[in-house]
């Protein structure tokens, strides 16, 4: 007979404990099934705190990912409606500058039609003479054509035969820049030089030469200075570009429109008159340094400028008369 395995009892084994295999007599696995049991419990317990230790970290983890989710989503869409917008801003941008370009050529080819028209009407005038005595007719197609045009071009009625100068006046001014032009004009590294003198040479070949230079001028100052940036000035453009444009400036006709492009871009500009004065001195000298427009046609303009019927002349001669001052007091 052997006796229990815990100490100092001498008691018989009676039985042997499932889990540990101890063998033990009846009252002390008793005792020890007591004992077994209360760590049971207290393994029961600390199973569940782990347990719910775990379904609240899962819990966490899953609100983190949500957030996560939720934030790259919004991110994502940001992101998408963003290009969209840019690309939806490039596009009117790219259509509109294509519309700018078609209006232009528009422009020009109305120019071009009134011309023709002017011309036509003319040539009515002269047989209506015919007509009137034959018939009596009361208002031929030449006198409507001969209203139209007084209406349309109202400076033309202002102007006096007995003008000192054997020149006419411009029919049918352009007063417009070509944003196509105005582009190249920004350009100084040369690279759209051949651009800018195939479309001066194909594209406005339809136009007469004085408006052609107004319209390439006008541009000029355009790339020049804009009303947005209304204290920065493309110098550069400027005197970049001079050289190509001096060939196409050939008469003293040619001259005045220069300056009747001065004149109007400043005019448009409606800047303060000490702004204007100092725009119009800036670009008279320089014109002038670079030889596209003489002393005598500087003199000529402030004189005779309203004759020409480009709108704001009387304002610009105020602009310009500190330089003429100038000029008159120092011979070149
Ligand atoms: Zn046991
Ligand atoms: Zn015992």
Redesign the pocket.
């Known amino acids: 007979m052997v006796n229990c395995e815990e100490s100092t009892c001498t008691n018989i084994q009676s039985a042997i ?6 063998r033990l007599c009846s009252m002390h696995i008793l005792v ?1 099934e007591k004992i ?1 049991s209360k760590e049971t419990n207290e393994l029961y317990e600390q199973i569940d705190e782990v347990a719910e230790q775990l379904n609240v970290s899962l819990q966490h983890i899953h609100t983190a990912y949500e957030e996560s989710r939720q934030k790259l989503n919004t991110w994502r869409q940001d992101h998408i409606d963003k290009i969209k917008q840019k690309h939806t801003e490039q596009y009117q941008k790219d259509n509109l500058t294509k519309l700018e370009d078609e209006l232009t050529q528009r422009l020009i080819k109305e120019q071009q039609d009134s011309t023709q028209l002017e011309l036509n009407g003319n040539k009515i005038d002269e047989s209506s003479v015919i007509q009137m005595n034959s018939s009596q007719q009361q208002y031929t197609n030449s006198q409507l054509l001969a209203t139209n045009r007084a209406i349309s071009s109202p400076s033309n009625q202002t102007i006096s035969t007995t003008s000192p100068l054997s020149r006419t006046p411009i029919k049918r001014p352009i007063m417009f820049s070509s944003k196509k032009i105005v582009k190249y004009f920004k350009n100084i590294s040369g690279s759209d030089d051949q651009n800018l003198e195939d479309y001066i040479v194909k594209d406005l070949h339809s136009l007469s030469h004085v408006n052609n230079i107004m319209l390439v001028f006008l541009s000029l100052f355009d790339a020049w200075h804009s009303r947005n940036l209304s204290t920065v000035y493309n110098d550069q453009s400027l005197s970049y570009h001079i050289k190509n444009l001096k060939k196409y400036i050939k008469q003293q006709e040619h001259q005045l429109t220069v300056i009747a492009a001065i004149q109007v871009f400043i005019n448009n500009c409606k800047y303060s008159d000490s702004q204007s004065n100092t725009m119009f001195t800036n670009l008279f000298q320089f014109f002038l340094t670079n030889e596209c427009i003489t002393k005598e046609t500087i003199i000529d303009w402030y004189k005779n400028g309203d004759y020409y019927g480009y709108e704001g002349f009387q304002k610009a001669k105020l602009w310009a008369q500190s330089f003429f001052k100038d000029l008159i007091d120092n011979p070149l």
Do not use: E, T
């Open positions: 404990c499932l889990h540990c295999l101890r020890h077994i």
